[in-house]
Structure formats: C-alpha cells, structure tokens
C-alpha cells in the first residue's frame, strides 16, 4: 500500500515511516522542510508548506492508497483558537476532500483524547462517553474528526479511522512528561508527590504506530474511532517513582491528598487529576495491543530523553 504520512517529520511521524517500510508499505513523506527528516527519506518527501482549506494536496496524494494524518502544530497551548481550527479542522476537511477525489482508500485520522475530556473519573471513560473536551485544541480535534468522518461517509470507497491516543512518550519525547523528567533529573530528596487518588493514562510511541497500522490493514478499522493507550495506568506517585528509578534516584514523597493540591491552582490541579481512557475497544475489534511494556519502556524513554547516546536497556530490564 502506497501510504502518505503527513507531519512525517515529527516526533511520531517519523516512526510511522520506520514501521511503515519494514512492513512491506510504500510510505510517501509530506513535510514543511525535507531537510528535518533522515536523509534515507528526503527523496521520497512532498512539501506541504501549510495546512488550511485551500492547502493543494494534488500533487502530494496521486496514486497513494492509505493516509495517515498526523500534522498538526507541535505546541497547541501557544496558538489562537482561529489558528487551531485553520490548521486542525480546515486542513484535516481539506485533506479528507482531496483523499476522496484521490480514490484513497483508508484514512486515519490521528486525533488526542483531549477530543473526550482532559480529566475523567478514576475508573476512567471509552469511546462511547459523550465527547467533553475542555480547551480549545480538544475542541479542534473533535470538530475535525467529525468533519472527516462526514466526508468519508459521503464520498464512495473512502473509509476512515480515528485514533485518540492518550499523551505519547519514548526517547527523545517532549511535552509535560519531558518537563517533569528534566525536573525530578535533579529534584530535592523530598517531594510533595506522594498523590496516589489519582491514575492517568500513558502510550509509548511505537505502540501508537502499531495502532495506525492495525487501523490502515484491519478490514474492521474502517468506520471506527478507537482510544489507545498502554493499557496500565499510573497514579502521580508511580509516576514518579518510575522516573526517578529511571534516573537512579530515590525521594521521599510526601503524601498530599490529590484534593489538597487544588489550593496551588492549574498545575496542581492538573497533577492530581486523573484521565484514565479504556482502549479495550481497539484489542478486542483489531486484535492491537501494545508491542512495548510500559514500565520498561517507561524507564528506556527517560533514560534516553536524558541521554541520548546511551544504549536501550534490555528488555524487562531497568
């Protein structure tokens, strides 16, 4: 299948591409600059300058039979609201109309499940909990998810398959995971995280790219829109715990109620929160399930997001 990733030089997109090949696909690169993506690549790269309604995928889409629709802006807590819906659903609507008019077969649409919620009850939600998202980027992906599944409905021969994947991680990940691993790197031996009323949701990186292949292949896929994730969950304690171990560190965490932390506004809000999603719907209908033990590669990713250069453990092993 001759495959056009968008947002194929990111730090998800470029993996797609990997598992892409060694499956037997023919994936086409559409990027901003070629020169982000290995050089193995850049010859069979399409330059996409900006994603909109008026964005001319034509020469980009000819002949490719799947698309994985990954673009998007890499830092969405920056960006207006206007931005988000000009990049996030006019470009997905436009991508989706050129798809159909291309004859692409299958389309999957890589949302967040910012698109449900962004905190949830502790025993957690799936695929069938009406949709709550609470900022602007949730709202986008939600509005472009039901934007191209309305034109995959329409056009004949097009199916598509949406992806909510909890936050991603893996070596060399970024976002607030980063963020807590650069800081417990060289916290204080004593820390208010001890918060275990609370459980979230995680997904290494390359279990999210044997999801988008399930989704591509699976005859079942079409149609569908699926939450993926790890399938364990962490409270804020083990969370921290597992970084620390990670870094071969240890700290004494204080054990603040999860409720308590609302008193230090959004970020200890979002610290005691929990956002569990049930991704059991995509293992029973697709038979997917993740290719990376979670605490393993847990441990692996916060070891090479430290240091790059430093060897993966072995499996199983910190």
């Avoid at 994936?27 to 001319?56: F, M, S």
């Avoid at 996030?88 to 109309?97: H, M, T, W």
């Avoid at 069938?128 to 599944?149: I, M, N, S």
């Avoid at 963020?179 to 459980?199: A, E, K």
Wanted: aromatic share 4%; with cysteine.
């Amino acid at each position: 299948m001759k495959v056009l990733v968008t947002g194929a030089s990111g730090y998800i997109g470029r993996a797609v591409l990997r598992d892409l090949e060694a499956s037997g696909h023919e994936p086409v690169a559409a990027v901003r600059d070629p020169r982000r993506l290995p050089e193995h690549w850049r010859g069979r790269a399409v330059t996409v300058l900006d994603l909109g309604q008026d964005t001319d995928w034509s020469g980009a889409i000819a002949g490719v039979d799947g698309v994985v629709h990954l673009a998007g802006p890499s830092d969405p807590d920056g960006i207006s609201e206007a931005d988000l819906i000009r990049t996030i659903v006019n470009g997905s609507k436009r991508l989706a109309e050129a798809s159909v008019s291309a004859g692409v077969s299958r389309f999957v649409l890589v949302s967040s499940v910012k698109a449900m919620a962004d905190t949830t009850p502790v025993a957690g939600v799936d695929e069938k909990a009406a949709p709550a998202p609470t900022d602007a980027y949730g709202r986008a992906k939600l509005a472009a998810e039901r934007a191209v599944e309305a034109i995959g409905a329409e056009g004949a021969g097009m199916e598509v398959a949406v992806l909510r994947p909890a936050p991603v991680y893996g070596p060399g990940s970024g976002g607030n995971l980063r963020r807590m691993v650069d800081f417990l790197r060289t916290s204080p031996p004593v820390l208010p995280l001890g918060i275990t009323g609370n459980r979230r949701s995680f997904l290494h990186r390359d279990s999210l790219c044997a999801a988008i292949l399930a989704c591509l292949e699976h005859p079942r896929a079409g149609g569908r829109t699926f939450c993926v994730t790890d399938g364990e969950t962490l409270s804020t304690a083990d969370l921290t715990r597992r970084i620390l171990e990670a870094h071969g560190r240890r700290a004494l965490l204080l054990p603040v109620p999860a409720a308590g932390l609302r008193l230090l506004g959004r970020a200890g809000r979002r610290l005691g929160a929990s956002s569990v999603f049930d991704g059991s719907a995509l293992r029973d209908a697709l038979g997917w399930k993740p290719v990376v033990d979670p605490r393993a590669g847990m441990i692996e990713a916060v070891r090479q997001t430290v240091d790059p250069l430093l060897p993966a453990a072995p499996e199983g092993q910190p």
